[in-house]
């Protein structure tokens, strides 16, 4: 089982809709998570952190985290063309090892 | 502001010539991180640095040295390289163990 696994996609939505990127992790005792945002041929962005149960909220931009289900996801409302990247999961693993870890990543694609 | 600098962007290298990769932040951060990106296999870490004077090897170190050699830098070394060594390298620092990292424009190499 890979520690953090997200849907490869790619994901396709429609200009103005809303995108839901989903992320599992393995490390129950994961503290940290965040979402990355990387275009074709540039570096990793961070784009959001969230380290509690719940909604984190900016701009367009919703993480959720629910550490009982070991689930993150990222919701982008209104997406935008601008919005087509690859998204990265990270998580922080627990214990001496904490390492920042990667899903994969979701290719997005919003279609004008 | 520079944020993290790495050097160079591109090189080809030889079967068994070695190069060092270099790589500077000026975000005093106490973290920072070597990974390498290759189609498919989304981020993995190779080594990182908690703070100065640690190194601790990641999920893929062989073939592979580093060396923190003070806050702002951190060097990745090829000794002999090697084809299964083409890939994109990516530096990355973070204010500390918990929270996200920032990353470098990334170097290609490839070698033949």
């Known amino acids: 089982q890979k520690e953090v696994e997200q849907n490869s996609g790619p994901l396709s939505v429609p200009e103005g809709a809303i995108a839901s990127l989903n992320c599992t992790y393995s490390?129950?005792?994961?503290?940290?998570f965040f979402w990355y945002r990387q275009y074709s041929g540039k570096s990793p962005e961070l784009i959001m952190s969230?380290?509690?149960?719940g909604d984190k909220e900016d701009g367009r931009f919703t993480a959720q985290l629910n550490k009982a289900s070991q689930y993150v996801s990222l919701l982008i409302r209104d997406s935008q063309p601008s919005d087509s990247a690859t998204y990265l999961c990270?998580?922080?693993?627990?214990?001496?090892?904490?390492?920042?870890?990667f899903g994969s990543g979701t290719q997005l694609t919003v279609l004008p | 502001n520079a944020g993290v600098t790495q050097t160079p962007k591109f090189q080809v290298l030889k079967t068994g010539q070695s190069m060092t990769l270099q790589c500077a932040q000026d975000?005093?951060?106490?973290?920072m991180y070597w990974y390498r990106q290759d189609p498919g296999m989304g981020l993995r870490l190779i080594y990182y640095?908690?703070?100065?004077?640690?190194?601790d090897k990641g999920e893929v170190p062989n073939g592979y040295n580093v060396s923190r050699l003070n806050k702002r830098e951190f060097s990745l070394r090829l000794e002999s390289a090697a084809p299964s060594q083409t890939s994109v390298y990516f530096c990355?620092?973070?204010?500390?163990?918990?929270?996200?990292?920032?990353f470098g424009q990334g170097t290609r190499l490839t070698v033949v």
């Open positions: 990355a620092s973070s204010e500390g163990q918990a929270r996200g990292a920032f």
């Open positions: 990270a998580v922080i693993r627990s214990g001496s090892a904490r390492q920042l870890t």
């Open positions: 969230i380290y509690s149960n």
């Open positions: 640095s908690a703070s100065e004077g640690t190194t």
């Open positions: 975000m005093n951060h106490n973290s």
């Open positions: 490390d129950r005792g994961s503290q940290s």
